[in-house]
């Protein structure tokens, strides 16, 4: 067995930006597990010499993006060798550099491709420069470098390939290229690719013109493309359905949804995990180490985390937090404190994701949260995104607006290192996307490991994880709710997480084991990856 793990972006260090937010550090996180249970897998991804941007706001609370040069010489070789891939009929020449992922017991090798040779022309040179830069041009041409180059990489490199993962529909061309090698066969392209979606709503799917894609993909689009990837357009989803032996979601609320997109396809869920020893900070390192040994090698004792003596808990976070509110402080002047109940909320600026859902009662937030409650805000919105740009600016608005009243700040470029900063830090992590627009989402995960707890509508992981006021708090019910009907609750929600964090400190640390007892041990990517072994890889 040896399987090849295809995904658009990988998010391996804030050093490498070949990443821009959950799918990418999903992929890293996948992979980095992989290695730590030395599990026969190689992975495939572009190389973005200019990345995914850095983020800075202006003084108008405008994002700005900046887009430096990204060196790879010092994290990865290259590889004496290249690849062809046809495009648009001209030879484009496809570079590989390696990256070992060292784990545990194994180490994974990753290939980066990338076209910014002095071979190719101007534009064939841009494919990968930008991660989600340009146009439906720029990314068919990036999919094909990824899907084909990618195949004809791994056929040089790494011989005797069983199974195909294809982490999203980004990577689907690399079944046109198994196709045309096994003369169009479909079942025995079937027999070797799985297959994850990532996306609840349609505008998340890849869609080209045929005109487009037969231009762009030439002899590898196979006289049957309408009858595999849908009448009318190439849709990369159902492509990848009818090429895949097994198809999943990444939680049961997701898979529920994809059936119903997809009717008539078997798809089935394995719920998403973080890599536990990426995101535990060394305080709780520490604690776990002390109590827990072997929670390294086997997160799921973690279950364990209720045994650890009060104090020792609190005193592991009050570290944690006490990091985190120095860098705020340190890149703001805000004043923010280390004593008060401090609440986060970092992810993609999208509008679905509701960042300004708890400011809807502006009296009532500042009335409840004065003197006792502090929030952190920090994601980049889509640079085409206008709408998630609006959210940050207004965001941004407010906390100078109420400086005096209300503790809120908005820190730019999050990244894995500001993303464990937060995670590890955060008392209280508040997420409030529309219901059932959130496929997983995993940043939650990540602040269980430190003592944290969620407050989070109902979707993705967090509708399996919760258990409503014993390990954190649920935002409304298992029914999909008005923007209204989600404030008043989430108002309800924080009232009590006030109380409960200043009156009852006891039963908040009771919370807070029940967070890392429940959610440690199950929501990590050992038990995912070994999901994806037992389910789909063998």
Not at 4 to 33: N, R, W
Not at 265 to 274: A, E, L, R, S
Not at 465 to 489: I, K, L
Request: with cysteine; glycine share 8%.
């Amino acid at each position: 067995m040896k399987v090849a793990y295809f995904s658009m972006e990988v998010g391996l260090s804030e050093h490498i930006p070949t990443y821009s937010g959950g799918l990418g550090i999903l992929a890293g996180d996948h992979i980095k597990s992989s290695a730590d249970l030395n599990i026969p897998l190689v992975a495939v991804t572009l190389l973005y010499k200019r990345g995914y941007f850095i983020q800075q706001i202006n003084a108008l609370g405008e994002q700005e993006e900046l887009y430096p040069y990204f060196d790879p010489r010092a994290f990865m070789e290259p590889l004496p060798f290249k690849v062809t891939v046809p495009i648009e009929g001209r030879d484009v020449h496809v570079g590989v550099w390696k990256y070992n992922q060292t784990g545990q017991h194994g180490r994974v090798p990753v290939y980066f491709l990338d076209t910014d040779l002095p071979t190719n022309r101007p534009e064939d040179r841009m494919i990968t420069h930008y991660l989600y830069g340009g146009d439906k041009h720029t990314r068919i041409c990036q999919e094909a470098v990824l899907g084909i180059g990618g195949y004809m990489v791994l056929k040089k490199l790494e011989p005797g390939i069983t199974t195909y993962h294809m982490n999203e529909g980004h990577a689907v061309f690399l079944t046109l290229a198994l196709l045309k090698d096994l003369g169009g066969n479909v079942e025995k392209v079937r027999e070797q690719c799985v297959f994850t979606t990532h996306t609840p709503v349609p505008a998340g799917h890849d869609i080209f013109d045929y005109a487009m894609a037969q231009s762009v993909l030439g002899d590898y689009l196979p006289g049957n493309i309408r009858d595999l990837a849908g009448p009318d357009a190439l849709n990369t989803t159902l492509l990848a359905l009818n090429l895949s032996r097994a198809s999943n979601g990444v939680s049961e609320l997701h898979g529920e949804v994809s059936r119903q997109m997809f009717p008539g396809y078997d798809i089935g869920h394995i719920t998403n995990g973080v890599h536990h020893l990426s995101w535990t900070g060394p305080e709780f390192q520490a604690l776990f180490d002390k109590h827990i040994p072997g929670w390294r090698e086997q997160p799921q004792m973690l279950a364990q985390a209720r045994e650890i003596p009060d104090e020792e808990v609190r005193n592991a976070k009050r570290q944690a937090k006490r990091r985190l509110i120095s860098y705020v402080n340190a890149i703001s002047g805000a004043g923010f404190s280390e004593e008060l109940l401090t609440v986060c909320f970092a992810r993609r600026a999208a509008a679905y994701k509701r960042a300004t859902l708890i400011l809807t009662d502006l009296e009532y937030l500042i009335n409840l949260s004065h003197d006792r409650v502090q929030y952190i805000f920090a994601g980049k919105a889509h640079p085409q995104d206008n709408a998630g740009k609006e959210l940050i600016k207004q965001i941004v608005h407010i906390g100078k607006q109420y400086e005096d009243k209300l503790r809120i700040i908005y820190i730019p470029n999050y990244n894995i290192w500001l993303g464990a900063l937060m995670t590890q830090g955060a008392d209280v992590w508040l997420n409030t996307p529309r219901r059932p627009r959130e496929a997983c989402g995993t940043s939650g995960m990540k602040v269980c490991f430190n003592g944290g707890v969620n407050m989070s509508v109902l979707d993705g992981w967090w509708r399996e994880a919760c258990r409503d006021r014993m390990n954190g708090w649920a935002v409304g019910d298992d029914e999909d709710q008005s923007d209204e009907e989600a404030a008043a609750d989430l108002y309800n929600d924080i009232d009590d997480m006030v109380t409960t964090f200043y009156a009852s400190p006891r039963h908040w640390t009771q919370i807070m084991k029940n967070s890392m007892a429940d959610v440690a041990p199950v929501y990590n990517t050992h038990r995912m990856v070994l999901e994806y072994l037992h389910k789909y890889y063998v």
